[in-house]
């Protein structure tokens, strides 16, 4: 097992945990772009986003609620922020392990 955030997930890799549930798991971006920047990867390694839909709907919307503890637990929630997947090459993806980035703190600039 290559996979570096597998390796988070797993606890081989420390990482600054953020908030976890069944599935998924929360920590800080080794490199933050804004005062807030988390990651939120499924602890089972998926590459993409499609492969979400094979869980189930009570594990998808513990994404959402982790998201949303996350969103309080940085004093984000109020003032807003932004969830971002990159999916493949031209979306910029780097880690291939599924990852959200939850960002904020700062007044992000408009996408397109
Ligand atoms: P991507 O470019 O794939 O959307 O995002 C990968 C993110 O993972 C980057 O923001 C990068 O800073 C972060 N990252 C890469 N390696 C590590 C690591 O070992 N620990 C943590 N906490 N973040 C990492
Ligand atoms: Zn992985």
Redesign the pocket.
């Known amino acids: 097992m290559s996979c570096?955030?597998c390796k988070?997930a797993s606890g081989e890799?420390k990482?600054?945990l953020v908030a976890e549930n069944g599935d998924f798991v929360a920590?800080?971006?080794?490199?933050?772009?804004a005062p807030c920047?988390v990651?939120v990867i499924p602890k089972r390694h998926m590459n993409s986003m499609s492969e979400l839909s094979d869980l189930s709907g009570d594990a998808l919307s513990s994404l959402f609620a982790l998201i949303d503890t996350i969103a309080v637990e940085k004093g984000v929630k109020a003032s807003g922020f932004r969830v971002?997947?990159?999916q493949g090459r031209d979306?910029?993806?780097?880690?291939?392990h599924l990852?959200f980035?939850v960002v904020g703190g700062r007044k992000m600039g408009k996408i397109g």
């Open positions: 570096i955030f988070i890799i990482s600054s920590f800080d971006d080794i490199n933050p772009v920047h990651l971002v997947s990159n979306g910029g993806q780097e880690v291939e990852h980035h």
